[in-house]
């Protein structure tokens, strides 16, 4: 791993180097195949030590900044802050590429499912006026409705009748 280290305010002592050095060796196993570049940025204003970490690694960019009394616990919790973001980046990554489901996604096996088509409904219709035409004239409203059947009333016998086309184009007459 590569590091550079930038100090605003502060001189960039060899014991801050081996601090920051030492926390990216007990993280560096998150790190393998890719070298990773980090930019240490420690600055000091108005008694507060400021640390800011910039890394590259795997085509990504991670960041962290965190501002203590103290440099050393700064560092260290800059540094923790990465490897939290280091460690979400890796595991997203390995998710990715074993294409790993959650568990409430498994894919069980099909099993043989009967399909259950639903039962036809029944609709009632009231008030149908059965007028009296002869079957002749029931015939030609059949022609020039949209409707297959019609229910009349014959008026040669007076009866309900019904009067419906076929599937081979002729119409079929029922008598009570």
């Not at 502060?10 to 060796?25: G, N, Q, S």
């Given at each position: 791993m590569k590091f550079d280290f930038t100090?605003?305010?502060?001189?960039?002592?060899?014991?801050?180097?081996?601090?920051?050095?030492?926390?990216?060796?007990?993280?560096d196993h998150l790190f393998d195949g890719k070298p990773a570049k980090a930019h240490v940025i420690i600055e000091v204003e108005r008694g507060r030590h400021r640390s800011e970490v910039v890394m590259n690694w795997r085509n990504e960019v991670l960041t962290a900044a965190s501002s203590h009394s103290d440099m050393y616990q700064s560092l260290t919790r800059t540094i923790g802050k990465i490897e939290t973001q280091a460690r979400r980046l890796k595991d997203k990554v390995i998710d990715k590429s074993h294409k790993a489901r959650k568990t409430g996604e498994a894919v069980l096996p099909a099993e043989e499912v009967p399909?259950?088509?639903?039962?036809?409904?029944?609709?009632?219709?009231?008030?149908?006026?059965?007028?009296?035409?002869?079957?002749?004239?029931?015939?030609?409203e059949i022609e020039d409705g949209i409707n297959r059947f019609i229910v009349f009333r014959n008026s040669r016998g007076g009866r309900i009748a019904v009067l419906y086309r076929r599937e081979d184009g002729d119409f079929g007459l029922i008598q009570p």
């Amino acid at each position: 791993m590569k590091f550079d280290f930038t100090g605003r305010h502060i001189e960039v002592t060899p014991a801050l180097r081996t601090h920051v050095e030492d926390h990216f060796k007990r993280v560096d196993h998150l790190f393998d195949g890719k070298p990773a570049k980090a930019h240490v940025i420690i600055e000091v204003e108005r008694g507060r030590h400021r640390s800011e970490v910039v890394m590259n690694w795997r085509n990504e960019v991670l960041t962290a900044a965190s501002s203590h009394s103290d440099m050393y616990q700064s560092l260290t919790r800059t540094i923790g802050k990465i490897e939290t973001q280091a460690r979400r980046l890796k595991d997203k990554v390995i998710d990715k590429s074993h294409k790993a489901r959650k568990t409430g996604e498994a894919v069980l096996p099909a099993e043989e499912v009967p399909v259950v088509l639903p039962a036809p409904k029944i609709i009632k219709v009231n008030g149908v006026a059965a007028k009296p035409m002869t079957p002749e004239e029931a015939a030609m409203e059949i022609e020039d409705g949209i409707n297959r059947f019609i229910v009349f009333r014959n008026s040669r016998g007076g009866r309900i009748a019904v009067l419906y086309r076929r599937e081979d184009g002729d119409f079929g007459l029922i008598q009570p």
